[in-house]
Structure formats: structure tokens, C-alpha cells
């Protein structure tokens, strides 16, 4: 696993000056399927249920401010919805969740209880030492996980040295997380500024890890 430097763009400073973010990055030992996970996942949602409807969703701070952040850089949230709303959404309409594999599935866990779109990337599939958040140009080639070819004009994306990996709707194909994965980077990103919920949201997902992932947690990489 390489050495990951994580760097915000000047061009999303200027238009998105409150971003905060922090990165997860461990080794892991991922799973089709964790029994104990989903039962934990279906009792979350269950409570969260309880406690929000799909109005709620305008009165989240990490939602909207994800959606402010889409429009400052050029993109429509609700045609390309982020991800963390994609999930609470859906959570919030009565329907099931995917069910991809161990580590993705604890990841859209922690975006819903915290509403921030949450990367997740195999980091040995990553090109380079350096991760740059930037804004996506026309004809930029993309191809969104289970999504195609996808149009990141005017999205946040994160960069390799190579191109793109991942944008707040959909992660690259390229460095998806698979069963054979061993070594996660995940990144939250705070377009709300919160840093100290950021933070809480990267530590829920190293207790995930440590519960589900065969993992110590790893560290955290503020940004």
C-alpha cells in the first residue's frame, strides 16, 4: 500500500472554502457477507426510521451542504443525487439496501448515520503517492461503479495520477473494493465544514473496521 498525500485544489477552495476532510486508510480483511454487520445495519435503520422522513433530508447539514458544494462547482443534485443523500433516501423510503460486500456495506452504514457521501477505494489500485480533490471538465473519461460512462463535468472529483477516482455520486470502476482487497483508503468528505463530525464519521468507520474488516482501524489523514 502506498504512502497516500491527500490535497485540496484551489479551485474547490474558492468555491467550497468550508470543506473539511478526513481519510481512513487500513489494512482489511473484506467478506461477502457479515451476518453480525447486517444485523446491526437493519437495527440502525430501524431506530432511524423512527426519527426521520424524507422531509428530514432538506434539515441535514452534511446533505445540503453537498448539495450547495454540487451547484457552486457547475453540477445539478438532483440529476447527479450525491451519494450520502442517495442512501438516506433510500433508507428513508422503506427500501432495503444493497448488499455489495463487508466493507462497502459498513461504509454506507456510516454515510447514512452521518450523511456525507464517503469514498472507498482499494488503495493498491491507486496510481502514485497523491490524491488531489479538483472539479471534473467536459470529456474527462469516467466510469462510475455499476453507472457506465459517467459525466463529472462540474463534480468534485478526487484524482490520481492517472485520473479520476472518485466523486461524491459514484466511485471509479478502477479502484473499486472487491473480495480481494486488502488495504482501504476511505475519505469523508465535509463539504459542511464540521470538523468534528467528520472526524466522529471517520473513527465509526475504524470501530466497523475493527467489528466486521479483521482490521486495527488503521489511521486517520485530515485534510
Known sequence: MNNINIFVSEEIRQRCPEFVGAAVVAAVQNS???DELWKEIEAFIADYRQRYTVDSIKEMPSIEATRTAYRRCGK???????????LVRRTLKGNDLYRVNTVVDLINLASIA???SIGGFDADKIEGETLCLGIGREGDPYEGIGRGVLN???LPVYR????GIGTPTSDHERT???LETTH??????????NRENVMACAEFIQALLRKYAGSDGG?????
Not at 490520481?160 to 485520473?163: L, Q
Not at 482501504?184 to 465544514?193: A, E, H, Q, R, T
Open 32 to 34: 461477502e457477507y457479515s
Open 76 to 86: 445539478d443534485p438532483s440529476r447527479y443525487r450525491p451519494s450520502g443523500e442517495a
Open 114 to 116: 452521518y450523511g456525507y
Open 152 to 154: 463529472i463535468a462540474g
Open 160 to 163: 490520481d495520477a492517472i485520473g
Open 176 to 178: 473499486k473494493l472487491t
Open 184 to 193: 482501504l483508503l476511505s475519505i469523508v468528505n465535509g463539504y459542511d465544514g
Open 219 to 223: 489511521q486517520i489523514i485530515n485534510f
